[in-house]
Nanobody
């Protein structure tokens, strides 16, 4: 199993920055790709970013590419999402997710990934 615990969400003005953290624990550590998706309303989600198991490869959704950066610190068992130049349309609940093939499927709005965190809300005011 894998447990994912997000933190770092909150309120920020447009143009500002936030850094989300995902603390990873459990017996499956090192076996899954990890990333972030976000959800506003309804069951569908938007793929935000994904990082490979090695940490060498990173992938981004079109709407955040160039503004968000995903990284991982294996010594701290933590994956980060640095969000810069935030826009009101970035407001959502952000979920840390993990799956053996996450980086292949994370952009699919209806994909059901193996492991989910509880989510952390982000609100960007204009």
């Amino acid at each position: 199993q894998l447990q994912l615990a997000e933190s770092g969400g909150g309120f920020v003005r447009a143009g500002g920055s936030l850094r989300l953290s995902c603390q990873v624990s459990g017996s499956r550590m090192g076996l899954d790709e990890i990333g972030w998706v976000r959800q506003t309303s309804g069951p569908d989600h938007e793929g935000v970013a994904c990082i490979s198991i090695s940490g060498v490869n990173t992938y981004y959704g079109d709407s955040v590419n160039g503004r968000f950066t995903i990284s991982r610190d294996d010594g701290k068992n933590t994956v980060y999402l640095q969000m810069n130049n935030l826009k009101p349309e970035d407001s959502a609940t952000y979920f840390c997710v993990a799956d053996p093939l996450l980086c292949t499927w994370y952009k699919s709005p209806t994909s059901d990934f193996a492991f989910w965190g509880q989510g952390t809300p982000v609100t960007v005011t204009g």
